[in-house]
């Protein structure tokens, strides 16, 4: 029996709520069906020593397990899938693909949705903020059109619920996302997790 425990905030301002990144590693949990409980970070413990020192960028998720100790929500998820088919299918070739759809997810989408968010809810009012984001939001753009294109009216990015998905839909869940996959992709874009 596993002793997985997941380190979260306890409280996030109301425009994170939902977007915090451990919501990954619970949904990743959950589509593996592995139990976990769960420890929540009050105001300021994220900066305190002990936190620190699992996550030394005082952030969440942490996963502990046994005497392991895992910061990152990709790095978490690939751990967590690499224990459930559901995630990473058993085939070798279907698992390279769900691993390259989870760090094109973390790599080529998230960072320009996630400037795009930055600009608007930290710098809106800055003059390089203004004269930044027409381009942000291009770049942004043009990566959520190239997802739609190669989703191409299906619903999953490999034929099948994976990993991949998992993260693609998470980073979806920005706001700044408002991404043009009609005709497909209802389930990334957040019919999951099942309930």
């Known amino acids: 029996m596993s002793n997985i425990c997941i380190t979260a905030f306890k409280w996030v301002p109301p425009f994170a709520q939902g977007l915090v990144r451990d919501l990954r590693v619970r949904w990743a949990l959950e589509e593996a069906g592995l139990p976990y409980s769960e420890k929540l970070l009050g105001p300021g413990e994220q900066n305190s020593p002990a936190h620190r020192s ?82 942000a939001e291009k770049l942004a753009q043009s990566r959520l059109e190239a997802l739609a294109s190669s989703l191409a009216g299906r619903d999953y990015l490999e034929g099948s619920f994976t990993a991949g998905d998992l993260m693609m839909a998470s980073v979806l869940r920005n706001p700044a996302a408002s991404c043009p996959l009609h005709g497909g992709g209802e389930h990334v874009t957040g019919a999951r997790p099942r309930t």
Not at 55 to 78: H, K
Request: glycine share 4%; hydrophobic share 40%; proline share 7%.
């Open 54 to 135: 699992v996550q030394p960028f005082g952030q969440v998720p942490v996963y502990e397990e046994d005497g392991l100790t895992l910061f990152e929500s990709g790095a978490i998820v690939m751990h967590i899938a690499e224990r459930s088919e559901v995630l990473l299918p058993k085939d070798p070739a279907q698992r390279s693909r769900a691993r390259t759809w989870m760090f094109a997810a973390l790599n080529s989408v998230e960072p320009h949705v996630q400037n795009l968010t930055t600009i608007d809810l930290f710098f809106q009012n800055e003059e390089w903020a203004k004269q930044r984001r027409p381009a």
